[in-house]
């Protein structure tokens, strides 16, 4: 599991603080955990962009004002609706021992045998919910889907991480090999469509 350092400086909570520090290029953020008061904290544009914008599950070490690293991650991130920037996210507090739910992202490697005989790989759910020890959370899961030919599918079920508890429902689908889609045009267009005769059916 990869670390972020993310350095913050403490701020003063309210709507129209954020709004200033968002016009200075800086995002507002909450940092929760329990058994302690919340930290209002912000951090340039930039700086939170490797922590939002990743295919990994991180752990982000927390900086503020150049104290020790709080370890905690990504709960939520709020967008503005026309811009689409970033206007404020939250960060969760986590100690190993202390199991935790969160999203892991999923990657499928390999090239499927019905992928080279023409088929179409859909990658269904590309991140899964899961229950885990932080210390032990994995920054991605692996699936391999060489194997797999036209017509077959990956489950929840299917799949099994050390110290991962799976969330999702067993029998969705992760990925499945679809079969080619030309094969479904030619079909149609080979269709034979029988004239039909005055008077018939009447």
């Known amino acids: 599991m990869s670390e972020v350092i993310l350095k913050a400086t403490k701020r003063v909570p309210g709507k129209a603080a954020a709004k200033l520090l968002r016009k200075e290029g800086n995002i507002p953020g909450v940092y929760y955990t329990k058994n302690q008061d919340p930290i209002h904290f912000s951090v340039n544009s930039l700086a939170i962009r490797p922590v939002v914008y990743t295919a990994e599950a991180k752990i982000v070490s927390l900086q503020v004002d150049g104290s020790k690293g709080l370890n905690c991650i990504l709960k939520e991130v709020k967008f503005d609706p026309i811009?689409?920037?970033?206007?404020?996210?939250?960060?969760?507090?986590?100690?190993?021992?202390?199991?935790?739910?969160?999203?892991?992202?999923?990657?499928?490697?390999?090239?499927?045998?019905?992928?080279?005989?023409?088929?179409?790989?859909?990658?269904?759910?590309?991140?899964?919910?899961?229950?885990?020890?932080?210390?032990?959370?994995?920054?991605?899961?692996?699936?391999?889907?060489?194997?797999?030919?036209?017509?077959?599918?990956?489950?929840?079920?299917?799949?099994?991480?050390?110290?991962?508890?799976?969330?999702?429902?067993?029998?969705?689908?992760?990925?499945?090999?679809?079969?080619?889609?030309?094969a479904d045009v030619a079909a149609d267009a080979g269709e034979v469509v029988e004239p039909k005769l005055v008077g018939e059916d009447e």
């Open 83 to 182: 811009t689409d920037k970033i206007v404020h996210f939250d960060l969760l507090g986590v100690a190993a021992g202390e199991m935790i739910v969160v999203d892991i992202p999923i990657h499928l490697i390999g090239q499927s045998i019905g992928v080279r005989e023409g088929g179409v790989i859909e990658h269904v759910i590309h991140k899964v919910h899961v229950k885990v020890d932080p210390s032990k959370m994995p920054e991605h899961i692996d699936i391999d889907v060489t194997n797999m030919n036209i017509g077959d599918a990956v489950h929840i079920s299917d799949i099994s991480v050390a110290g991962v508890e799976f969330l999702d429902k067993p029998e969705a689908v992760i990925a499945t090999i679809m079969p080619p889609k030309t």
